[in-house]
């Protein structure tokens, strides 16, 4: 059983790596901020008697959760709005309201479709070559690369010796540069 300490430690520990998937995941400062933190305290309030040593991946796996938990709420949201917004109509103007808001830049609104059509074009390739790649080492390249395990976390979950996991890791970088290339793209 973790102790207080220990679980703040551990939250302590995790804190910026998580926020740092999550970013890369949701591109929202804000969001990432708020779902690393529901995911913490989730965490301690529903798994805070469970060994130091599950800790990890059930963080993990609470986190991936609420990001997807986002992007569900963030689905709802704009498919209500986009209905909504079919109502409201200007005196000689069809233009809907919300394109008055100007898009930051960074956001998924500031991108014009092309680039969205590419950036789920190229995200689509990279996951098609990541799912052919062994399972041993999609594993190892999931866990080290995505979610931000170091070595030794890796080859813990996955039951191995860091040897194993820098040998998969390399073997699927690899892999997967050459099946890039293959296909066009250049990262």
Known sequence: MATREELSDFLAGVERRAFKQTLFAVRDEQAALDIVQEAM??????YGDRPLAELALLFTRILQNATNDHF??????????????????G????SDPLDIIEAMDGTEQAESSADKVERAQIVGIIEEEISRLPARQREAFLLRYWEDYDVAETAAAMGCSEGSIK???SRATHALARALRARGLRL
């Open 41 to 46: 305290i989730k965490l301690a309030e529903n």
């Open 72 to 89: 569900r709420r963030q689905k709802v949201r704009n498919t209500w709005v986009s209905l909504f917004s079919s109502f409201v109509r």
């Open 91 to 94: 005196d000689d103007d069809d």
């Open 167 to 169: 040998t998969h890791c």
